[in-house]
T-cell receptor, first 112, second 113 residues
Framework: AQSVTQLDSQVPVFEEAPVELRCNYS??????LFWYVQYPNQGLQLLLK??????LVKGINGFEAEFNKSQTSFHLRKPSVHISDTAEYFC??????????FGTGTLLAVQP | DARVTQTPRHKVTEMGQEVTMRCQPI?????VFWYRQTMMQGLELLAY????????DSGMPKDRFSAEMPDATLATLKIQPSEPRDSAVYFC???????????FGAGSRLTVL
């Protein structure tokens, strides 16, 4: 069975500081990994995805993530955050069936 | 931009009433998913379809929930009878087969009193 762990429920950070949101997964087969963002009272929006190829993937809004198979991690990073990045971020894993299994989410709280 | 459309956006009902939520997937997408989001449980997969056929509904309480795709442009999630613990935001998502990328609707916020 596949699962995702997001250890940090909330990450406070000051504007223009760098941030890393952690995600670890477990799976017995090849995986596809995703980060979705959810702004208040909205649906989920795809931020970036890893399907194959380069382990460093770039997404929208200046975010990037690195797939690390040996550490079973897919951490999300941004070198300089903005107030508008305040949102809930979900890491997710899927296999051949498109079925997305989500982590519990990390609230990124950007402070001025 | 193509989008997944969900109705209603908000629904308040009383315990025991029937609730039907609808989803129009993106044209050409042949996989459809229903998720439920609550503070306590996070995002839970309830059911999903491929080419209108249900593939997995193991996450759905069978006694009161049902999910169907009457045609390729409509997916429904029905709760009968509804209970206060069903209060949540229900998301529909669709994707093209094999692409492993889902597009989510804005959600239906259900409150059962």
């Amino acid at each position: 069975a596949q699962s995702v762990t997001q250890l940090d429920s909330q990450v406070p950070v000051f504007e223009e500081a760098p941030v890393e949101l952690r995600c670890n997964y477990s799976s017995s087969v090849s995986v596809y990994l995703f980060w979705y963002v959810q702004y208040p009272n909205q649906g989920l929006q795809l931020l970036l995805k890893y399907l194959s190829g380069s382990t460093l993937v770039k997404g929208i809004n200046g975010f990037e993530a690195e797939f690390n198979k040996s550490q079973t991690s897919f951490h999300l990073r941004k070198p300089s955050v903005h107030i508008s990045d305040t949102a809930e971020y979900f890491c997710a894993v899927s296999g051949a069936t498109n079925k997305l299994i989500f982590g519990t989410g990390t609230l990124l709280a950007v402070q001025p | 931009d193509a989008r997944v459309t969900q109705t209603p956006r908000h629904k308040v009902t009383e315990m025991g009433q029937e609730v039907t939520m609808r989803c129009q997937p993106i044209l050409g997408h042949n996989t459809v998913f229903w998720y439920r989001q609550t503070m306590m449980q996070g995002l839970e997969l309830l059911a999903y379809f491929r080419n209108r056929a249900p593939l997995d509904d193991s996450g759905m309480p069978k006694d009161r929930f049902s999910a169907e795709m009457p045609d390729a442009t409509l997916a429904t999630l029905k709760i009968q009878p509804s209970e206060p613990r069903d209060s949540a935001v229900y998301f529909c998502a669709s994707g093209p087969s094999g692409a492993n990328v889902l597009t989510f609707g804005a959600g239906s916020r259900l409150t059962v009193l």
